[in-house]
């Protein structure tokens, strides 16, 4: 029997499923709505540095960064195979995708740590 990563990377398309669900709307509304109208203020940067200085933090928006990548290049993957009809080069568009996202990744390592 020939083992493929295809359930690891349908695991993390699923993880970046539910975080981006859960977080970037909050995000959307927070930093897209809510403080350009003025009904919230916009943190200075001494409180983002604050809070930046905390490791979880760093770790947390690592995790998000990443799994957001990977549920993106998953979505990309599929539905560019479907839609532009190329299947026949799915390792190649697997590779782009997925390499995409591992260094998305990497940058937001070398970034945030």
């Known amino acids: 029997m020939k083992r493929t990563p ?5 695991l993390l398309f699923s993880g970046g499923g539910v ?4 977080l970037l ?18 943190p200075t940067v001494e409180h983002l540095g604050a809070l930046l200085d905390l490791l979880v933090v760093r770790l947390a928006l690592v995790v998000v960064v990443v799994l957001c990548l990977f ?8 539905t560019s195979e479907e839609l532009l009809g190329i299947a026949r080069f799915d390792l190649a568009v697997a590779v782009l995708c997925y390499g ?4 998305g990744g990497v940058i937001a390592v070398v970034l945030l740590l």
Request: hydrophobic share 65%; net charge neutral; charged share 10%.
């Open 71 to 78: 549920h993106a290049a998953h979505r990309i993957r599929f």
């Open 6 to 10: 295809e359930p690891y990377l349908w």
């Open 19 to 22: 975080v981006a669900a859960l």
């Open 100 to 103: 995409g996202a591992v260094a």
């Open 25 to 42: 709307p909050v995000l959307v509304l927070l930093f897209g709505v809510l403080m350009p109208l003025g009904v919230l203020d916009w």
